[in-house]
């Protein structure tokens, strides 16, 4: 499916507005935060991501720092604006369905929860930019598998 010209430039727009005032932008520190690097080493990209799991596995905060492309700093910003409040059950719906609207692989079960975020879908033309799309979601899969095995970075 082609973009038509406005959802191309409703795209840019929000991809722009997001890499350049990053939404959860910053360092989280304090008991039961985890912390995740994330490197694409292909492009140069890089994403920190903090996260603070709730008792009941909801994400109770989550800020990220990075450099890189508008592509990987605004799904970042986009990313932790979504999971902010989030359960476990709700979290990976959303890593899911965003895969699959990156990606093009699987089905999206609650396009609505993802909102903003399949405006990414475009990404799935260009391998090389579904790396930067997902970086910043790999970090935090893996602080929840930190989390899950209780450790803490």
Request: charged share 25%.
């Amino acid at each position: 499916m082609a973009l038509s010209d406005d959802l191309r430039d409703l795209y840019q727009q929000v991809i722009l507005d997001h890499s350049r005032s990053p939404r959860n932008h910053g360092r989280l520190e304090g008991e039961g935060c985890l912390h995740v690097h994330g490197d694409n080493p292909t492009c140069g990209d890089e994403i920190d991501v903090w996260v603070k799991i709730g008792p009941e596995g909801q994400v109770e905060d989550i800020k990220f720092e990075g450099q890189g492309c508008a592509i990987s700093q605004a799904s970042a910003s986009m990313m932790t604006v979504k999971m902010k409040g989030a359960d476990a059950a709700r979290l990976r719906t959303l890593m899911q369905d965003f895969r699959a609207v990156v990606t093009g692989e699987g089905q999206v079960q609650d396009e609505d929860a993802l909102g903003e975020l399949t405006l990414l879908e475009g990404v799935q033309k260009f391998p090389q930019r579904v790396k930067c799309a997902t970086l910043a979601w790999r970090a935090v899969e893996q602080a929840l598998q930190q989390s899950q095995s209780g450790g803490h970075a």
